[in-house]
Nanobody, 122 residues
């Protein structure tokens, strides 16, 4: 399966911004043709879908919880997908993962990476 590596997390104050990056750990060629999704899991909660983008960079999806605050994009030259997160709230605190699909239903057998921790706190 396509393995992905996340980076860019950190500690930020409420209202602040972070940009997360997702890159292929191995086959960058396969990465180019995959829909890539961002997901997050807060302590004690189920993993949830946040956003995803298809290979053509069209019609990105956003969960209602992040719509208007987060922006997903992909850079074909860099073989990366980014998640720009603005107006961060304490409820956004979670481990963020990217994966090669838009919905969790397609990732039941996916081996999740370590993710990147985002902590929103004053």
């Amino acid at each position: 399966q396509l393995q992905l590596v996340e980076s860019g997390g950190g500690l930020v104050q409420p209202g602040g911004s972070l940009r997360l990056s997702c890159a292929a750990a191995g086959s960058t060629e396969e990465f180019k043709y995959k829909t890539i999704g961002w997901f997050r899991q807060a302590p004690g909660k189920e993993r949830e879908e946040i956003s995803c983008i298809d290979p053509g960079d069209s019609r990105p999806f956003y969960h209602d919880n992040v719509k208007g605050r987060f922006t997903i994009s992909r850079d074909s030259a860099e073989n990366a997908v980014y998640l720009q997160m603005n107006s961060l709230k304490p409820d956004d605190t979670a481990v963020y993962h990217c994966a090669p699909a838009c919905a969790l239903v397609f990732l039941s057998r996916y081996s999740w990476g370590q993710g990147t921790q985002v902590t929103v706190s004053s």
